[in-house]
C-alpha cells in the first residue's frame, strides 16, 4: 500500500522559497500521477499542480503558475514542489496525493499525505 510524506514546510517571508518534498514508500510513485494540494483556515481544498505518470503532462493552477514547480526524483520515490516568491495567499496546509487513474483521479484517490504548514509572513 502505497504512503505518502510530505516535508519541507515552515514560516517564510514574502518573496522567499521552500522546497517541499512528497516521500513515498511501500510503492513506486513513478508509476502514479501525482499532485499537490492546499488549503487555507476557512477556505476548501485547492489542488494546485499535478505530474502525470509518465511526466508527459503537467498542470498549474492560475495562482501558482510561473511561481511553482513540480518534479520528480525517482531514485529517492519522491515528488517535489519548488515554490518561488512565495506570497502571504500561498500560506495553508499543503498536502501531495496519488493517484493510478491519471490526475482526474486525485480527489478521490485514497493515497494522500498528513500535510506540511507553510506559513508566509513578514
Known amino acids: 500500500q502505497l504512503q505518502l510524506v510530505e516535508s519541507g514546510g515552515g514560516l517564510v517571508q514574502p518573496g522567499e522559497s521552500l522546497r517541499l518534498s512528497c516521500a513515498a514508500s511501500g510503492r513506486t510513485l513513478a508509476y502514479y500521477a501525482v499532485g499537490w494540494f492546499r488549503q487555507a483556515p476557512g477556505k476548501e481544498r485547492e489542488e494546485i499542480s499535478c505530474i502525470s505518470s509518465r511526466d508527459t503532462s503537467t498542470y498549474y493552477s492560475d495562482s501558482v503558475k510561473g511561481r511553482f514547480t513540480m518534479s520528480r526524483d525517482n531514485s529517492k520515490n519522491t515528488v517535489s514542489l519548488q515554490m518561488n516568491s512565495l506570497e502571504p495567499k500561498d500560506t495553508a496546509v499543503y498536502y501531495c496525493?496519488?493517484?493510478?487513474?491519471?490526475?482526474?483521479?486525485?480527489?478521490?484517490?485514497?493515497?494522500w499525505g498528513q500535510g506540511t504548514q507553510v506559513t508566509v509572513s513578514s
Open positions: 496525493a496519488a493517484s493510478t487513474v491519471g490526475c482526474a483521479g486525485l480527489t478521490t484517490s485514497p493515497n
